[in-house]
């Protein structure tokens, strides 16, 4: 089992920044690939950032140039740098990573985000 904490959300005004970060504990070694997702009131859970265990990161088109995902292998941490942050980034946002083993997926609790006009 592996367990996935975010911290880092809150309220911001627009054009702010806010940094996100998810540990991994339990069993960290079963999980490679790392993602963030958001979901706002109404809509569907949206993948927002992605980031390999190499470090190849994939993208949202709506976040491009504005966010970055990394990671600390040695920590098992991701973190996601928002910058530039718009009202419709207005949204739960999740951590979460596949098991390699039993291909079960892993959710965070989830961190509020809230950028106002």
């Known amino acids: 089992q592996v367990q996935l904490v975010e911290s880092g959300g809150g309220l911001v005004q627009a054009g702010g920044s806010l940094r996100l970060s998810c540990a991994a504990s339990?069993?960290?070694?079963?999980?490679?690939?790392m993602r963030w997702y958001r979901q706002a009131p109404g809509k569907q859970r949206e993948l927002v950032a992605s980031?390999?265990?190499?470090?190849?990161?994939n993208y949202a088109a709506s976040v491009k140039g504005r966010f970055t995902i990394s990671r600390d292998n040695a920590k098992n941490t991701v973190s996601l740098q928002m910058n530039s942050l718009k009202p419709e980034d207005t949204a739960m946002y999740y951590c979460?990573?596949?098991?390699?083993?039993?291909?079960?997926?892993?959710w965070g609790q989830g961190t509020q985000v809230t950028v106002s006009s």
């Open positions: 979460a990573a596949r098991d390699i083993i039993t291909f079960q997926y892993y």
């Open positions: 339990g069993s960290a070694f079963r999980i490679k690939n």
């Open positions: 980031i390999t265990s190499g470090g190849s990161t």
